[in-house]
DNA sequence: AACATGCGGGTTGTGTACAACCTGTCTCGT
DNA sequence: ACGAGACAGGTTGTACACAACCCGCATGTT
């Protein structure tokens, strides 16, 4: 990977964090000259890394305005949580991977964190590790357009999620978080990747159930 | 929609499918500055374009060499086929739209243009009208999210299918298609959206299986 | 003959100046 | 007082020049 494509990749993820862990929050404007004085470059590349993010619905470009946080609609807010209730049944159905010893270590880790997070609530830190977890959960199937596609889906909504957590009781969802976790442990520790796809859609299709009732 | 947003979706829709009708066969070699010269626009907006083709897999570029037109691996090509039957299905299952007099005859108007595409077979016209079908397919739903993945992942593999289709039979290829957009009318028709859905996993995986073997 | 090396042409990446555009404000006329 | 229009400041879009880079070829060395 070239040099210039490496640079491109930090700006991205590093911008799609701010955006995804709502240190920009929704209707932010950003302004393209700030940014790339922050990280030492010109408008260019900057721009470039910018248009992305507007592709994948993150950001929104206006001439003569300025580039705007996006927000999610209601309804597209619905339909993006009935695709990903899909995706993470298909998620475990799709050529999934072996159980190593090493994921089953991973998942225990995981078990672990979210204790300790159950035990000291704290909203970034859950966001942060709600986030590995879910890249973990990604990584159980090889079809990569799946997770890439689930990925970005996840991405999509993550912050409107995180931006109600407060209105919602944060020591409830951890500790719905960290059953979660222990159930998808029991699920890959049987061997059962389907089983374990099966306990992320339902927390899915739940999680939207608090979100929106 | 600003000035400088229609142009860019013209430029973004002409190279797409130039690419995903091989008139830019995989391989192929498109150089920036002559297609800025065509376009009547410098570099600067064309890389957008450009820039945004290759964030969606159609296009890489490498500094220094060129930007070249993918081509799809095998394993790839089965992963995403494996999700795009699984989608084809969601897209019948999930916030499907009313079934209208207009959408019936829309579909009508298919099963015409398929039998006379089967009396007359032409590769050109089979991948055009093939195309549009599946973009009226993706209309049956109203989870727009679904719909763009799903036409993402029909666009990133249709060249790949085409440049196969002289060494399948494309008269026999036609009587498929024009059987699948038959049998889609007949679900509809019957107000199953779900049927119709059904319908075009089957004829996905069927695809896949003469594709491959 | 085989191989290393430098060079030249061509391509994409970056920096910068300017054009196009939007928005709030201020002024002027009614 | 109120509204229309011009203006100014700030932002993104575009054009162009140059830097960084890759590749094939010629040349010289062993």
Redesign the pocket.
Known sequence: M????L??ARLYETLRTRICLLDYPPGT????????AEF?????????V??RL?DEGLLE????????VTDVEPSELAHIYALRMELAELSGRLSPREITPEVLDRARAFVEEARALQAAPDPRAFAELNLAFFTFGLTLTANTPLAEIAERLYLRTARIWLARIPSLDLARECEIFAAEVRETLAALEAGDAQAAGLVRRAHVSMSYGRLVG
């Not at 030492?40 to 470039?48: D, E, I, K, N």
């Not at 470009?61 to 705007?68: E, I």
Request: proline content about 3%.
């Open positions: 070239s040099d210039a494509d640079r491109h404007k950003l302004g393209e000259e700030a940014l790339a030492g470059v010109s408008r260019t590349p900057l721009r470039r910018l248009a507007a470009t206006r001439h003569g305005v300025g580039t705007l």
